[in-house]
């Protein structure tokens, strides 16, 4: 199997369902992930309501040029998480933070 990374400089991770170290379903989470400096961008709307639906999410956080400001996206399926994450050639997408 091949998988398709964005262009990354710096690191790359790829989280699957990191609200279940704390204990918390996907909509907890989000709570407390929106209620303070969400890190992340979803990567539609229809793919948070899937994430929050059926309880698992996938993050991925990668630094494009240097260690310095990354890009980061949440989707409840990975194909997609992905696809949006390589939409962009350069490996950034429209909203770095």
Known sequence: MSI?????E???????NDHKSY????SQWL?????GN?????????QRQ?????????????YPETPIGFCALAAADLDALLAA???DESGTPANPI
Not at 10 to 16: A, F, I, P, Q
Not at 38 to 46: A, I, K, L, R
């Open 4 to 8: 398709k990374f964005p262009k990354h």
């Open 10 to 16: 710096g690191s790359l991770h790829l989280t699957h």
């Open 23 to 26: 204990y918390q379903t996907v």
């Open 31 to 35: 709570a407390d992930q929106e209620a």
């Open 38 to 46: 969400c890190w992340f961008d979803w990567v539609s709307p229809e």
């Open 50 to 62: 899937k994430a929050i639906d059926t309880d698992s999410v996938w993050t991925i956080q990668w």
């Open 85 to 87: 994450a390589n939409e």
